[in-house]
């Protein structure tokens, strides 16, 4: 029987489903420490339309099984304007004219970022609403063993549009070059659109050339451009957008970028979201403003109903890059020395020596897997939740201490240059001399992500080797491959890259990214 922790790793890795999801739940008992929380989206619906699919999303302070649960949402302050009505998998009663109850017959996992796909509901307007109209959702979660918890989303209603992105693109551009793709937007509905915001999610590597003043940036990633200008029913308009491809970009592949479109109302309740997952939507540019050009011909929606069915928001472009560009992934060992009884710590992992960086993100995957063989007369007496013991079919508890042999997972970016290090502390329980641990990258794995071509498959090895201290003295790590051992500087910028675009991503509510797991990894440059 697999315990939660180890089926939520294996099941984050991409690991045969089946097995994964074979494996029973165990009993669990609540910790009384672990606070629960609760968050629903402002929202913005059309008059006239379907409305809009909203859930509730559960946070915990640590990974917990919760029981009983129920959610309930209170429209009375939306009375005769706006209804909340059960959606297709959800369980639900209305105990009232204005409240709505949904229960779940099943435990419910809940971690620290979040969990999402409970209690559906539909939102829509009544035909008495109007433009302007708007009020307070309350949402109320119970959970046995837990207080109440609460939000108050704001609800709102609009008159309704139709804006519908266009056709998907493609373009292909060789590492450190220049390319350039469109922002296309279609108002295919019969109301003039006052405004548009298009919200980027691009991969790594697609590097703007410019940083318009309407627009926002990290760095020289694009998150997002504000357009004032007032879209007539039936009208098309585009905007050129300059890229540069980044130079560490592997090559060849496929590099993607997304745009949804959203109303200027839609984008509010979006920069609510993203400031609740304390994520960033970047700051202006000021190389002037990106404008958009009228396209000539009449505009068509794309199958769906903008804001009544956002689907046709959205809209891909691709990036072929051209050429070689690949990736030397180098095994990081180190030495460490002690006297027997010590504890020592002893990092060891890998590096990008590039040229290429290798980017996952889109996936959220892991670049590559180790393997690590704990050296005879040690005990490994802490280990990072990113390792977990195999044998076999059979799996550890990750983080699990006093094992022999760990398999570990890492980030879905690492940079040319940068380096991933592990943390483990070893016990010296018997000085032996030149007690060797292996460590291999790239092992394979039944699982997403890993890497398969490194330039350089000689340097996949490395060993961490204990040996007795000079003298006599306490242990200390030493003259490994990464230098002294001690403490080494964080860049932060790959996790710091998974958790912006993911969380934009997440709060646009637009393709299938989730946001990759917290690891215990550090990043160096």
Known sequence: MLSNSTRRWLAGLGVAGAFVAASATPAFAAAPQVELGLYFSDTTIA???DGKIGDSRIFSTAPTVLHDVAVRYDFSDLADKVTVGEESGSDCTTPSKYVLLCTSFFDVEVYEWGSTGFFDVQLKTTSKAKDGDAGTLKVT?????YEPVSHSAKIRVGEGVDLAAGPETKTSAAPGSAFTTAATVSNAGETTAKGAVAVFYNDYG????KHFSNCTYVGDELRTCTFDEELPAGSSFTASLPYVLGVDTYA???????IIWMTPAEFEDFQQDVGFNQATIGQP???GELVLTPVPGKATAQGFQADRRPENNGTIFTVTATGKNGTDLEALGTSVTGTAGATVKAPFGLRNNGPATLDYNRAGSSVTYLS?????GTTAVAVPENCITRNGDQWGEPGEPGQ???FCYFDSVLKAGDSAMLDFSLRIDKVIANATGPVKINVTCQC????????KPANDTAEVVVNAAPGGEGGHAGGGQEGDGGSLPITGSNTALIAGVGVLLLAAGFGGYVVSRRRKTRFVA
Do not use: W
Request: glycine residues 14%; hydrophobic residues 25%; without cysteine.
């Open 448 to 455: 997403d992500g890993g890497f398969t071509r490194d330039l």
């Open 206 to 209: 697609l590097n703007a050339a």
């Open 372 to 376: 690590f063989d704990v050296p005879q």
């Open 47 to 49: 008059t006239n339309s």
């Open 285 to 287: 540019g000021t190389d």
């Open 141 to 145: 979660m119970t959970a046995a063993g």
């Open 252 to 258: 060849p592949s496929s590099k993607y970028g997304e």
């Open 404 to 406: 022999r042999h760990y």
